[in-house]
């Protein structure tokens, strides 16, 4: 395990429902990050939060509203997604310091399937 | 463009054998390259890491290398085991500070069949 747990492992919701995916590290790091995999392409970052703000946002649609209450809990709330939005949501962590970002441990994911 | 190629996109090996994953990238500039393992319906995880000064490094049986000038570097895995069986990830980090916006390539899936 890396110190990084997700849930729920597998998520199956249709476009008009609203869910929210977690994610809790256990490695006292400052920074921690939301990641889309999808099938046969690169994974790309969404969002970054260092110290509870977010600090990144590539140019995710609004239908993805991440949350960070604290430096170990994520949150990515999902509304009105498309089927296109199916894929595997990543959640990782680091310390970052100094201006410097260091290894990024990953979560399981979240396995998400848009109906 | 800073980008991450990796070859080939998948590959099948029978148990015992070796085999080696290329990564091919245009990142400039450089901080450090690393090799992901990550098995389906896990995340990655970390197997070796890199930098510009280093060109081979060692865990276990994977044994990855890096040439900067050309910026390449590959992943050797010898005597392969059904456990190898995953996604070879490349991820390569220009170093520029800030949030550590890492370049992944798309990965390499390698099958490993007794």
């Known amino acids: 395990e890396t110190g990084v747990t997700q849930t729920p492992r597998h998520l199956v919701m249709g476009m008009t429902n609203k869910k929210s995916l977690k994610c809790e590290q256990h490695l006292g790091h400052n920074a921690m990050y939301w990641y889309k995999q999808s099938a046969k392409k690169p994974l790309e970052l969404m969002f970054v939060y260092s110290l509870e703000e977010r600090v990144e946002n590539n140019s995710v649609p609004s239908r993805f509203s991440p949350e960070c209450p604290n430096s170990s809990h994520l949150f990515l709330h999902l509304h009105t997604l498309q089927p296109e939005d199916s894929a595997l949501y990543l959640c990782?962590?680091?310390?970052?310091?100094?201006?410097?970002?260091?290894?990024?441990?990953f979560g399981p994911g979240t396995r998400l399937t848009v109906t | 463009k800073n980008q991450v190629e990796q070859s080939p996109q998948s590959l099948i090996i029978l148990e015992g054998k070796n085999c080696t994953l290329q990564?091919?990238?245009?990142?400039?500039?450089?901080?450090?390259l690393r090799w992901y393992k990550q098995d389906t319906g896990r995340g990655p995880v970390s197997l070796t890491i890199m930098t510009f000064s280093e060109n081979t490094k060692s865990n276990g049986r994977y044994t990855a290398t890096l040439d900067a000038d050309t910026k390449q570097s590959s992943l050797h895995i010898t005597a392969s085991q059904l456990s190898d069986s995953a996604s070879y990830i490349c991820v390569v980090s220009p170093g520029v500070g800030g949030y550590n916006k890492l370049i992944f390539g798309a990965g390499t899936r390698l099958a490993v069949h007794p």
């Open positions: 990564c091919n990238y245009t990142v400039s500039p450089f901080s450090n």
């Open positions: 990782a962590s680091s310390l970052f310091f100094e201006g410097e970002s260091y290894e990024q441990y």
